[in-house]
């Protein structure tokens, strides 16, 4: 019911933007949808706090071979240390040999930890009607509690430095029949495609702040609570590029090259968006 | 002493962006092997068509190590390459039926990996560019098109090099953008003349 009256007042938004407004009141429109964002994130009336709520009972859910839950997971500040874990994510860790986002890491827990086969965790990656994501959810339960804090990854380790001269790389890397690349719509100030802002991620400052304080995020679009792997995973859609496999390097690369653009941004998780 | 020159010309290329990352880039951009790699993690259960298209031709190559910023040089040998890889009408004729080029412009399908194979591709052009006025969605990453054939007077140099454009953009701007619809085989020859009609039919409403 909640969800489709959000979904309803998007619409209309949407509709008055494209409608009545048109490109010449842009800035009117974008401040009415400024306002509509602020009037429904709070936690209260977003619906991505439920996959908040649902990520908890997950954590702390006993599963696998071994049948213990993943509170003995380290995401990097030390055994089960949820707090400002995920404002420093993608990192290095020692364990696994590895740079690693949220996602991989909790996979790595899952079968590590857990001896949790995650065939089935994978195939159910992105949420869909009557279908949950325990991916979604764990990673919305675990970045919430990064909120009010400032991104900060952790650039020491050459692993590290190497995951973000190599996420810059791919950034700028043209392919698909179109030739596109990251950075055909994300290295100019003030661009759209069609009616729809493009942030410039070129750069460090504001845009990849307020863009990477804001993942992951409650799609109103799609119904779903979608984490950075979605996000990008639709950008190599609309690219032109083949499917990218979930939780691998190049989405940890691009991750991590965006985290440093976005370094300082607060986060505010999950917010929600169209 | 050719390598010399080379660096020369990318610390002059890197030195004249105003924002520090490109210019930190030209240091230390990774070992090409190592981005491979990388590809081959993500995208290396992908058909093999599929992974075809993301390999950089020698045009690209270049555009990526100059995050597009080419050196005049470079963008000459790229112009010269793209040009040649045109392939014109053998009839001579560029013009095909606006009416058919205004859906394409708006046709954004084609190429997804959630399209069905069969699907045929638009330009999406409408996407990048504003076209005819009564059109409010439109985006701002290229110029816009608006009276595109009228204010060239609809001359016929102007015609061909539309054409050469759609079909290869490089061929006219190196590093551009915009895709190689012709080139990549994403527009066919009708489709690309369908368009050029778009921008350049007196009665198109590009021009009205």
Redesign the interface.
């Known amino acids: 019911m909640r969800k489709t009256v959000i979904r309803s007042a998007a619409a209309a938004i949407l509709v008055l933007c494209a409608g009545s407004f048109g490109s010449h009141a842009q800035d009117a429109s974008e401040k009415e949808i400024e306002r509509y964002r602020e009037m429904i994130s709070d936690p209260m009336s977003n619906p991505g706090y439920l996959a908040v709520d649902r990520g908890e009972a997950l954590w702390s859910e006993a599963r696998g071979t071994k049948n213990v839950s993943l509170e003995t997971c380290n995401l990097g500040l030390g055994a089960g240390k949820l707090e400002g874990a995920f404002a420093q994510l993608p990192r290095y860790f020692a364990d696994a040999d590895k740079v690693m986002d949220l996602e991989q890491r909790l996979l790595w827990c899952m079968q590590n930890i857990q001896g949790l086969d995650t065939k089935d965790v994978i195939a159910r990656r992105f949420s869909g009607p009557g279908r949950a994501s325990d991916m979604e959810d764990l990673v919305a339960y675990i970045a919430n509690k990064s909120n009010g804090m400032k991104i900060d990854i952790p650039l020491s380790h050459p692993k590290e430095q190497e995951m973000v001269a190599v996420g810059e790389a791919l950034f700028y890397r043209r392919g698909g029949v179109n030739d596109f690349s990251c950075a055909t719509c994300h290295a100019d100030d003030g661009k759209r495609i069609r009616l729809q802002g493009l942030p410039n991620f070129s750069k460090p400052g504001k845009p990849a702040q307020e863009t990477m304080g804001g993942w992951p995020t409650y799609r109103v679009s799609q119904g779903a609570l979608r984490t950075m792997q979605h996000r990008l995973w639709d950008c190599f859609r609309q690219q032109r590029w083949p499917v990218p496999e979930y939780g691998s390097d190049v989405i940890t690369a691009l991750t991590s090259f965006l985290q440093k653009q976005a370094v300082a941004g607060e986060l505010n998780v999950p917010s929600i968006k169209r | 002493m050719k390598r010399v020159l080379t660096l020369a010309a990318l610390v002059l290329a890197a030195g004249s962006h105003t924002?520090s990352?490109?210019a930190q880039?030209a240091a230390?951009?990774?070992d090409p092997a190592?981005?491979d790699a990388?590809?081959k993690?993500?995208?290396?259960?992908?058909?093999p068509e599929?992974?075809a298209?993301?390999?950089?031709d020698e045009t690209?190559k270049t555009?990526?190590a100059y995050?597009?910023e080419v050196p005049s040089a470079e963008a000459d040998k790229i112009t010269a390459r793209e040009l040649a890889r045109v392939v014109y009408p053998a009839d001579g004729k560029f013009l095909g039926n606006w009416k058919e080029g205004a859906k394409i412009a708006n046709n954004g399908r084609g190429?997804?990996?959630?399209d069905p194979p069969d699907t045929v591709?638009g330009g999406n052009c409408?996407?990048?560019h504003q076209m005819e006025q009564k059109e409010?969605?439109?985006?701002?990453?290229g110029p816009s098109l608006t009276n595109y054939g009228k204010d060239r007077k609809y001359d016929p140099q102007e015609i061909k090099n539309a054409f050469t454009k759609v079909y290869d953009s490089q061929a006219m701007f190196a590093c551009s953008?915009m895709?190689?619809f012709g080139v990549?085989?994403?527009l066919s020859e009708q489709q690309i003349k369908d368009i050029v009609a778009f921008l350049f039919d007196p009665e198109s409403p590009v021009n009205k």
């Open positions: 924002t990352a490109s880039t230390k951009a990774p190592l981005v990388y590809m993690s993500t995208f290396g259960k992908a058909p599929w992974q298209r993301i390999e950089p690209l555009c990526n995050h597009n190429g997804q990996f959630s591709a409408y996407a990048c409010v969605s439109y985006g701002t990453l953008n895709p190689r990549n085989k994403v």
